[in-house]
Each structure stands twice: as C-alpha cells, then as structure tokens.
C-alpha cells in the first residue's frame, strides 16, 4: 500500500492542525494504521493507532485528550486531529500501515510495513 501524508505546518502553541494520509493500493480496510513522529536529533516514535475497523484507538499520554486518530475505510484515508499544541509537538509525522486482525491496534515501528513520506509540524512558543 503507498501512504501519502500532509497537512503539517507551523502553528503558534495551543493551535491545531489536522494531518491527513491517503492510502492507495492494497485494500486498505485490511490494515491497522498509525501515526508516528521524529522530533529533530531523536528516534521515531509511536503517537497514535487505530484498529482495522476504526472502533478502537490508542494513543501515548503526552497526546491524550489532545489528539484524535480517525479512519475513513470508503475513502481510503486516516486522520490525526491535533488539539492544543505544545512545542514538544514538533516533529516529522509519519503515517504507516500494519497487517493486524479486525480489532487490534499496533503501536511499535517494527510491526508497520509501509509508511508515508512523512510530514512536518513545527509547534512555535
């Protein structure tokens, strides 16, 4: 499957953005999906999950109560609504997709096997 992300850019602390990924290829509704990011000199790391029917999500709990992982199985895409955004925020975001039963999320890199590009949000104080 080939992930296509955008939506980033730079936005003042307590702003939101919403990024978006587009899926094309395999059948998409087959896959669990997740947000990642890779702040500037760390290592990338998971934010957000979302199982293969949408009905079940989670996130790490820097971000929780703050952003919203969504998935829109007719039209191919999966969303992450970022609320109140803080400057640790900043980072490349990074969508992928991972083979998973119906209801299971997956949140470490290594059970991903395709990822998007990769799209840069920059959080300012």
């Known amino acids: 499957v080939q992930l296509q992300a955008c939506g980033g850019g730079l936005v003042q602390a307590g702003g939101s953005l919403r990024l978006s990924c587009a899926a094309s290829?395999?059948?998409?509704?087959?896959?669990?999906m997740g947000w990642f990011r890779q702040a500037p000199g760390k290592e990338r790391e998971f934010v957000a999950a979302?199982?293969?029917?949408?009905?079940?999500?989670y996130y790490i709990d820097p971000v929780k109560g703050r952003f919203t992982i969504s998935k829109d199985n007719a039209n191919n895409m999966v969303y992450l609504q970022m609320n109140s955004l803080k400057p640790e925020d900043t980072a490349v975001y990074y969508c992928?997709?991972?083979?998973?039963?119906?209801?299971?999320?997956?949140?470490?890199?290594?059970?991903?096997?395709?990822w998007g590009q990769g799209t840069l949000v920059t959080v300012s104080s």
């Open positions: 992928a997709a991972a083979p998973a039963p119906l209801f299971v999320v997956r949140t470490t890199t290594v059970e991903y096997d395709y």
């Open positions: 979302i199982s293969r029917s949408g009905s079940r999500t």
């Open positions: 290829g395999r059948t998409f509704v087959n896959y669990a």
